[in-house]
C-alpha cells in the first residue's frame, strides 16, 4: 500500500462528458503529480501541484484540469471527452519537488464509450 | 535529463537472481538514478535510487558503475509476483519529479 488513494478506481462514461477524478497524497507529502497511461503509450505526465500550487505541466490537454486543495489532496477534471481519453490515469505524490521517490495511487481506468 | 537504455525483455527462474540493466551514457554528475516496477496496470512501486554509491534496501540491490554510465538493479531471488516492467529513469537534483519520462522499460518475466 502506497498510502495514495485514488477514486474512483473505474469510471465508464460516453463522448463529450465530463468527470472528476480525485486523489488522496500520502500523509505528509506537499506534491501532487498526474499520469495519464493509454494502451499504446507509456506513462505519460499531465502535470504536478506542490502545495496548491501548479509546479510543472507535461503533456497536458486544454480540456483537462488541476487543482490541489488546501488539505493537500488533488482533483484532475476532464472535459469533452473523446475516446482517446480512455487511459489509466495515475496520481503520485512525494514530500517536495525535485528529487524525491514518487509514490503512485492504484490509478482510475476512464472508458469512453 | 540524460536518456536511459533499457532492453525490452527478461527472464528469469524463480527463485534465482534477476539482473537487469540500465544504460545512461549521458548523465550528470548530479543527476541520480531511480528505478520503479510496474506489476500489470497497477501503480508503478518505488523500488530504490542512487547518486555514485551502491544502494541496498529490503527489495533490491542498485549496482552503479564507476563512470556512472551504466547500472544494474538487482532481485536476490526473484519470485514470480516480481513480474512486472521495471523503469529506469534519471533525474537531476533540481529536476521537477514530474518531468521524468517512464520510458518503455524491461519487461522481467519470472518462470517457474
Known amino acids: 500500500d502506497s498510502g495514495v488513494t485514488q477514486t474512483p478506481k473505474h469510471l465508464i462514461t460516453a463522448t463529450g462528458q465530463r468527470v472528476t477524478l480525485r486523489c488522496s497524497p500520502r500523509s505528509g507529502d506537499l506534491s501532487v503529480y498526474w499520469y495519464q497511461q493509454s494502451l499504446d503509450q507509456g506513462l505519460q505526465f499531465l502535470i504536478q501541484?506542490?502545495?496548491?500550487?501548479?509546479?510543472a505541466k507535461g503533456n497536458i490537454l486544454e480540456r483537462f484540469s488541476a487543482q490541489q486543495f488546501p488539505d493537500l489532496h488533488s482533483e484532475l477534471n476532464l472535459s469533452s471527452l473523446e475516446l482517446g481519453d480512455s487511459a489509466l490515469y495515475f496520481c503520485?505524490?512525494?514530500?517536495?519537488?525535485?528529487?524525491?521517490?514518487?509514490?503512485f495511487g492504484d490509478g482510475t481506468r476512464l472508458s469512453i464509450l | 535529463d540524460a536518456k536511459t537504455t533499457q532492453p525490452p525483455s527478461m527472464d528469469c527462474a524463480e527463485g534465482r537472481a534477476a539482473n537487469l540493466p540500465c544504460n545512461h551514457s549521458?548523465?550528470?554528475?548530479?543527476?541520480?538514478v531511480y528505478w520503479y516496477r510496474q506489476i500489470h496496470s497497477q501503480g508503478p512501486q518505488y523500488i530504490i535510487h542512487?547518486?555514485?554509491n551502491n544502494e541496498t534496501n529490503e527489495m533490491a540491490s542498485l549496482i552503479i558503475t564507476e563512470d556512472r554510465k551504466s547500472s544494474t538493479l538487482i532481485l536476490p531471488h526473484a519470485t514470480l509476483r516480481d513480474t512486472a516492467v521495471y523503469y529506469c529513469?534519471?533525474?537531476?537534483?533540481?529536476?521537477?519529479?514530474?518531468?521524468?519520462?517512464f520510458g518503455d522499460g524491461t519487461t522481467l518475466t519470472v518462470k517457474p
Open positions: 503520485a505524490s512525494s514530500e517536495g519537488v525535485g528529487n524525491q521517490p514518487q509514490h
Open positions: 549521458t548523465i550528470s554528475e548530479n543527476e541520480y
Open positions: 542512487g547518486l555514485k
Open positions: 529513469i534519471v533525474r537531476g537534483l533540481n529536476t521537477n519529479a514530474g518531468k521524468s519520462t
Open positions: 501541484y506542490y502545495n496548491g500550487e501548479e509546479r
